[in-house]
């Protein structure tokens, strides 16, 4: 079976502009989670969705948005974007609401440069 | 707040020596679980070893290792005989335990294992 998938793997944008970064969960996992991870630190919570619904949201600005579609895949969503948005971005997906407390399956992200 | 202090930033190694990455947190919450991940250059990150606040057994896995240590909030992870593909990124993580709502996840900043052949 497939891991979680992301799309693009890498990404370059200017200042000010918007971009879309796609997730798809291994199948059965109805919990997907994204992660911002700038270089050199941990990754930091940025929502939680599960069953399309939004669970949880870290302590990002309204930039950031996202959504969960009928077949569990993700979109996350970034506005206006800064230079400090540059970092690569994960998406992890787990088989239950509880998230993050449970086994989570993380991506090989999405690397985005912001110029 | 939740705080994991991993001090260690980088650390290398030669092949088939021991070595431990050290893991402090910090939490109010009574229940909770802790995490090891694995990072490697490909970028996703690996589970290795959920532990929860309870249970302070140490584990063994493989040459993998873990000493789970409350009255000093430590969750300390070992690698015995080292070889070259553990060299990664490896981060500890706290979770709470949230029955009604939802848990994240907050993570160290990682330390960096080379190994060395």
């Known amino acids: 079976d497939a891991g979680v998938t992301q799309s693009p793997t890498h990404l370059i944008k200017t200042r000010g502009q918007q971009v879309t970064l796609r997730c798809s969960p291994i199948?059965?996992?109805?919990?997907v989670s994204w992660y911002q991870q700038v270089l050199g630190q941990g990754p930091q919570f940025i929502f939680q969705y599960y069953e399309k619904e939004e669970r949880g949201r870290g302590n990002f600005p309204d930039r950031f948005s996202a959504r969960q579609f009928p077949n569990y895949s993700s979109e996350l969503n970034v506005n206006a974007l800064l230079l400090g948005d540059s970092a690569l971005y994960l998406c992890?997906?787990?088989?239950?609401?509880?998230?993050?407390?449970?086994?989570?399956?993380f991506g090989s992200g999405t690397q985005l440069s912001v110029l | 707040a939740q705080k994991v202090t991993q001090a260690q930033t980088e650390i290398s190694v030669v092949e088939k020596e021991d070595v431990t990455l050290d893991c402090v947190y910090e939490?109010?919450?009574?229940?909770?679980?802790l995490f090891w991940y694995k990072q490697p250059p490909s970028g996703e990150l690996v589970f290795l070893i959920r532990r929860n606040s309870f249970d302070e057994q140490n584990e063994i896995s493989g040459r993998y290792s873990w000493n789970f240590q409350k009255s000093t909030s430590s969750f300390n992870f070992t690698i015995t005989a080292s070889q070259v593909v553990d060299s990664a990124v490896y981060f500890c993580a706290l979770s709470d335990d949230r029955f009604w709502g939802y848990s994240t996840l907050t993570f160290g900043k990682g330390t960096m294992l080379l190994v060395s052949p």
């Open positions: 199948s059965g996992h109805k919990s």
């Open positions: 992890a997906s787990s088989s239950t609401p509880q998230g993050a407390n449970e086994k989570l399956f």
């Open positions: 939490t109010r919450d009574t229940t909770y679980y």
